[in-house]
């Protein structure tokens, strides 16, 4: 850290070092004053000399920052020298600024620092800056863009820039500059949504935690579940001791249980909005909380649901590896010696379970392969290329047809067991009828009219029943009601969703 802090903010011209000065710079250009030395300043004055700006770097106490004595001045200096400038100060240490009032007059201030907690209510950083600066023209900017990220550029970190400011002429000012830079600015409106910026690069995967609950919540039930079938059940009624189960086995088969619930969560609050849209008569009301909640994060959930049978594959190709399974293998080669049972036979006995263990692989690896598909889309670089019918295509039409294969995939696994007595331990049905409770309930809810021109999954939802066949083509698929034809009979008001 001493070597790196010994390094000077802006390389002089030197045989064999790469400056970054502008050969020359514009007469016009405007100079930026920069108040902080700390590890920000120093790449944003890196950036802003690299794109041919003029930048003058502001200390309280420049005689003590030796490195820089070619490039720092007095907070005065850069004050006075500066038209726009960045403030790179901790917000408690904003005070000590009060006497550059009439040098920073009429200028652009760029606050660029972050809380140290989420805040719900209050001034921001931003808006105490700008009471303690009032004729001054605040601007809130740079704090989501990390100090990497400006010294490596913008093709190596996020590219958008969140601006905020009351002060047009001011915002406009620092946009033309993120333009400079190679950044992208995104105009986020007045200095009131200055709190909701400066609280982005505090939140933790906020859209993952609703997700990532009903994933973890999921995994323990069903692993409960399959430990009691598994291990349990073998042990108290005979004695058998099956704990190393555990570890692999039991994993292996409550991840395709947690996948395909997840996957089937991804499509159901879309039935669940149908039914609210034709109890309602009209699509302009505004969903609850709790289903808007749950709409915004299906790609969530989706990704989920990827992870676990992506897992579910990995674990299934590891099983023949384990000891355990090479000496259940050996154990049935010895008993079929000892029995002396006919190979041939006994393979023409087999035949349907050869075929079912086929289609049961190919059926899951054509799921997998739908549901990596959906995966690769859901990313942003992905599906900025494609328009949306293609998006919408490849996220309904597909993803219907990917929880399709996970639900045979599934029945193919299960087979005749639902009818043996002996699969139902304690009384508890096996596990992928649990699974395919909430599968089925989905798939059966949705299906195609012949009549019908092209049309996402959730606008053929529910038209499978004949009390509401009718008024789900009318609700979505007729051009009257997509223009706001509303149903006549009365309803309380309710809010509408802009």
């Not at 000891?323 to 000892?338: G, P, T, W």
């Not at 009390?467 to 997509?482: N, Q, V, Y």
């Amino acid at each position: 850290m001493p070597d790196e802090m010994s390094r000077a903010l802006i390389r002089e011209r030197a045989r064999g070092l790469r400056h970054l000065e502008a050969s020359a710079y514009e007469p016009s250009a405007l100079v930026i004053g920069i108040l902080g030395t700390g590890d920000f300043s120093r790449s944003l004055a890196r950036r802003l000399v690299a794109c041919g700006c003029r930048v003058v770097v502001g200390s309280r106490t420049p005689s003590r920052v030796s490195v820089f004595v070619h490039q720092v001045a007095s907070q005065m200096e850069a004050a006075n020298q500066a038209d726009l400038v960045f403030v790179a100060v901790y917000p408690e240490h904003y005070s000590t600024l009060v006497h550059l009032k009439p040098a920073l007059a009429g200028k652009a201030l760029v606050d660029v620092s972050n809380g140290l907690q989420i805040k719900q209510e209050g001034p921001s950083n931003a808006q105490q800056l700008a009471d303690l600066f009032p004729e001054s023209s605040v601007v809130k900017g740079f704090n989501t863009t990390s100090a990497w990220t400006l010294q490596a550029g913008p093709r190596d970190g996020s590219r958008q820039v969140l601006l905020c400011s009351d002060d047009q002429m001011a915002k406009s000012s620092v946009m033309q500059l993120c333009r400079r830079m190679g950044f992208i600015p995104v105009d986020m409106g007045l200095l009131s949504s200055s709190l909701e910026i400066e609280n982005l690069p505090l939140y933790l995967f906020p859209s993952w935690r609703t997700p990532i609950i009903c994933t973890l919540a999921l995994f323990i039930f069903f692993y409960l579940y399959n430990s009691v079938h598994e291990v349990l059940h073998p042990y108290i009624t005979g004695g058998k001791n099956k704990l190393y189960k555990l570890p692999i086995e039991i994993v292996n088969v409550t991840f395709p249980s947690v996948a395909l619930v997840m996957l089937a969560l991804v499509y159901l609050p879309g039935v669940i909005a149908a039914f609210l849209q034709l109890w309602r008569g009209t699509k302009y009301t505004r969903f609850p909380d709790w289903l808007d909640h749950w709409l915004t994060r299906r790609k969530q959930f989706g990704l989920c649901s990827f992870l676990c049978a992506a897992l579910h594959a990995v674990y299934s190709l590891c099983l023949p590896m384990r000891k355990s399974a090479r000496f259940q293998l050996l154990n049935k080669a010895f008993e079929q010696v000892r029995r002396r049972n006919n190979m041939t036979m006994q393979f023409k006995n087999n035949f349907a379970d050869v075929w079912r263990m086929e289609l049961y692989l190919s059926v899951g690896i054509m799921a997998l392969g739908l549901l990596s598909l959906l995966a690769v889309t859901s990313l942003p670089s992905v599906a900025n290329t494609v328009n949306w019918r293609e998006f919408t295509f490849i996220q309904s039409t597909l993803g219907y047809c990917a929880l399709f294969m996970g639900t045979l995939h599934t029945l193919i696994f299960g087979w005749d067991r639902a009818f043996l007595a002996a699969q139902y331990h304690f009384g508890l049905p096996p596990t992928f009828l649990l699974v395919l409770i909430l599968p089925l309930t989905v798939l059966l809810k949705t299906h195609t009219r012949s009549h019908t021109h092209t049309q996402t999954a959730e606008q053929v939802v529910l038209s499978l029943l004949p009390s509401c066949g009718d008024s789900m083509a009318r609700l979505f698929l007729c051009t009257p009601f997509r223009s706001g034809l509303f149903n006549s009979r009365p309803r309380e008001p309710v809010s509408c969703r802009f």
